[in-house]
C-alpha cells in the first residue's frame, strides 16, 4: 500500500520523506514487523509519538507530562496568586491559563 501511495504522489511532486515518517505498532508485537521500504529508504517503526503534542498511544506518559507542565505554569504564576488580586479574579487567570495545559487533548486519551 505504501508503494501505490508514493507511486501515485511522486508525479505530483509529493514525496515522503524516511527521516520524517514512522509507523506506529499498536499493541507492540513479540516478533518484530516487517520492514517498511519507500524510494528513499526504509521507514522506522516506534511503539509511541508525539502528535500535535500528545503522546500516542502512552495516556499515563502523556498525563504525568500535561500535570507537569500545569504545575510549572502554576509555579511561574506565584507573583499573581500571592498578590492582592481577589479570589475570583484568581479564579478565572486559573481557568484560562492552568486548566487548558492540564485537560488539552483529553477527549482522545484512553481510560
Known sequence: MLTAVERNANPIGLFINKIKTEALILP????????????SGTISWTTEFKYLGSTIPDSETDLRRRIGQA?????NLRNLWESSLNKQTKAHIFSAVIVPILFYACE???L
Open 71 to 75: 504545575r510549572s505554569a502554576f509555579k
Open 108 to 110: 482522545s486519551r484512553t
Open 28 to 39: 507492540t508485537p513479540e516478533v518484530s514487523p516487517p520492514p517498511l521500504s519507500v524510494s
